[in-house]
């Protein structure tokens, strides 16, 4: 199993200037740090072609988690500037 950030340590990770950015590279960077690989997304399916690592290769299922996550914690930020209490 691929390791896991905490919330708060992902928004640390990967927020900038711009606030909160997340995508496929920051999923990567997220499951395995500085990892070498090639990826590519069939059919929702995602296929790792090359993996150079210390951490074990994610499987799809674990890459669609963590984008579903960081999706999420995306929307939460965003909801919270908007409305905030």
């Given at each position: 199993?691929?390791?896991?950030l905490?919330i ?5 990770m990967?927020s ?5 950015a ?5 999923v ?23 993996w150079?690592s210390?951490?074990?290769?994610p ?10 996550r ?6 939460c930020i ?8």
């Amino acid at each position: 199993m691929a390791r896991r950030l905490s919330i708060k340590e992902t928004i640390d990770m990967f927020s900038n200037e711009n606030g909160f950015a997340w995508g496929t590279n920051t999923v990567m960077e997220a499951l395995a740090p500085k990892a070498n690989y090639d990826l590519r997304c069939v059919n929702e399916t995602f296929i790792i072609d090359r993996w150079d690592s210390i951490y074990p290769q994610p499987t799809s299922k674990e890459i669609k988690d963590e984008y579903i996550r960081q999706q999420t914690i995306a929307e939460c930020i965003e909801y919270f500037k908007v409305n905030p209490k």
